[in-house]
C-alpha cells in the first residue's frame, strides 16, 4: 500500500491528516531550486533521525543517526549531487543535522535517483512540519506525532504517490 499525497493531505492506510508540500506545489518536471514538489510514485529510503532528540524509533525500514557532519548535495556540479555527503565538503549541501527540528527525523524520498540527472532536483524528504505546516523547497512535511505514528507502518516495499 503506498503513501499518498494530494495537495495537502496525507493519507496512508486508514490514517489522513494535513501535511505541506513545495511552496509551488507539484510538477512531473521538477528542477533544482524550483519549490516544487516531485509528482510521481517513488521508492522511499532509509530513515534518518537525531539520536539526541528520538529516543526509542520502531520501524521496519533501514535507520541511520545523523551526525553533525551529514549533509545532502544540493550541487550539480559535484559527483555526490542528490546524494549524501560528510563535510568539509567543497560544493553547495544542505546541512542534516540542524537546530530547527524539520530534519530530526525523515525518510529520504527515492526522487531523481536511478539515474541521478543533473539539475532535476535533490534532497527530497519525507520530513517533520512545524506547527504552522510552512510550504517546503519541494520535500512532504507532517508533524512529529503523526510521522512516529505511521513510521511503524512503511516496510521496505511502501511507496509514496504524488498528486
Do not use: Q
Not at 8 to 14: A, G, P, Q, T
Not at 39 to 54: C, M, S, V
Amino acid at each position: 500500500m503506498n503513501i499518498i499525497i494530494k495537495k495537502n493531505l496525507f493519507i496512508y492506510k486508514n490514517f489522513k491528516t494535513k501535511c505541506s508540500i513545495g511552496k509551488n506545489g507539484t510538477n512531473k518536471r521538477k528542477f533544482e531550486g524550483d519549490l516544487k514538489t516531485p509528482k510521481g510514485i517513488f521508492k522511499l529510503g532509509k530513515l534518518y533521525y537525531r539520536k539526541d532528540r528520538n529516543n526509542k524509533i520502531n520501524c521496519k525500514i533501514k535507520k541511520k543517526i545523523i551526525k553533525k557532519n551529514m549533509g545532502w548535495c544540493d550541487d550539480s556540479k559535484s559527483i555526490k549531487y542528490n546524494k549524501e555527503i560528510t563535510f568539509p565538503f567543497k560544493f553547495n549541501a544542505e546541512k542534516l543535522y540542524r537546530k530547527n527540528k524539520i530534519y530530526d527525523l525523515f525518510i529520504n524520498i527515492k526522487y531523481n535517483t536511478n539515474p541521478t540527472i543533473k539539475k532535476r532536483g535533490s534532497a527530497i524528504f519525507l520530513h517533520l512540519a512545524d506547527k504552522k505546516y510552512k510550504p517546503t523547497k519541494g520535500c512532504v512535511a507532517i508533524l512529529k506525532k503523526d510521522f512516529l505514528k505511521i513510521l511503524p507502518m512503511i516496510k521496505k516495499d511502501t511507496k509514496i504517490s504524488i498528486s
